[in-house]
Nanobody, 121 residues
């Protein structure tokens, strides 16, 4: 079985910083894209940032210049460094990874349990 375990959420003041981590474990042959999504109350889940296995990165416009996504392939871990956070960044943040469990399997998307980020003004 594959698990994605997130950590690093919490309460932070506007203008502050947080670092989220997400580690994938279990039977894993390879991981393609790893990314972070978020869902605020009453809103749809949105893609925040994604990094491919080759290092290609993209961000939603609202976080460009403030958030940085990175990954450590040796640890099957993806990070989201959040700087200069704003109240509108308040949401549950979910990790997502496209994982191949065996050489015979298709790549499947897995989700973490979510971590709450609350930004006070």
């Amino acid at each position: 079985q594959v698990q994605l375990v997130e950590s690093g959420g919490g309460l932070v003041q506007a203008g502050g910083s947080l670092r989220l981590s997400c580690a994938a474990s279990g039977r894993i042959v390879s991981i393609n894209n790893m990314g972070w999504y978020r869902q605020a109350p009453g809103k749809q889940r949105e893609l925040v940032a994604v990094v491919s296995s080759s290092g290609r990165i993209s961000y939603v416009d609202s976080v460009k210049g403030r958030f940085t996504i990175s990954r450590d392939n040796a640890k099957n871990t993806v990070y989201l460094q959040m700087n200069n956070v704003k109240p509108e960044d308040t949401a549950i943040y979910y990790c997502n990874a496209d994982i191949k469990r065996t050489i015979w399997d298709q790549t499947t998307g897995y989700w973490g349990q979510g971590t709450q980020v609350t930004v006070s003004s």
